[in-house]
């Protein structure tokens, strides 16, 4: 198993859609693996493949107390089921340090695959369906700072930026 390199905002590839999953081979068990492996070490409780520059429509959360149930969602589309919104303070591995309150629906209808490529159907409500949701504009491109006002997007922007440059 490894730990991938998670991207971090303003890089552009967090921008690139995704494409569908066709093949549920060993390879994709292992990119599954890996991805895990990177969320639990990076203490997040989601990860899409696109924030580690794999640009397939897959992503894991594992929103559990001891991190010890993770769940895996391949092609996952949602259906809103109430359209009451529901706050959160959400924060991105792809945008450390930095949190802001976002709006979303407060309960979805999931359908996605599995490893196997068995279709499943789950209704998400509270953190799962913020999460999720959030998983799933990472796979189109999206990031919740997309949410938040243009000045304090602008902000986060150059505060990352200067921090890329200390590191690079
Ligand atoms: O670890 C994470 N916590 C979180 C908190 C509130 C709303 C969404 C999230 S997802 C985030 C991990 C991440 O960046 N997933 O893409
Ligand atoms: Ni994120």
């Known amino acids: 198993m490894s730990i991938l390199q998670i991207l971090e905002f303003p890089d552009p590839r967090l921008r690139k859609i995704a494409e569908p999953v066709t093949v549920f081979d060993g390879k994709l068990e292992v990119l599954i693996e890996d991805m895990l492996e990177t969320m639990h070490e990076a203490q997040g409780i989601g990860l899409a493949a696109t924030q580690v520059n794999v640009h397939k429509r897959l992503l894991v959360i594992d929103v559990s107390e001891n991190g010890d149930s993770p769940r895996v969602y391949i092609n ?93």
Do not use: M, N
């Not at 407060?106 to 490893?115: E, F, G, N």
């Open 76 to 168: 996952p589309t949602f259906e809103i089921l109430d359209d009451e919104l529901s706050e959160y303070d959400e924060g991105c591995l792809s945008v450390p340090g930095f949190y802001e309150t976002v709006s979303r629906p407060r309960a979805v209808k999931i359908s996605a695959q599995d490893a196997k490529g068995e279709v499943f159907e789950q209704v998400a409500e509270g953190i799962l369906a913020t999460c999720i949701q959030h998983e799933i504009d990472h796979l189109d491109g999206k990031l919740f700072v997309d949410y938040i006002s243009t000045l304090k997007r602008q902000r986060i922007r150059s505060k990352l930026e200067k921090e890329h440059k200390k590191t690079a």
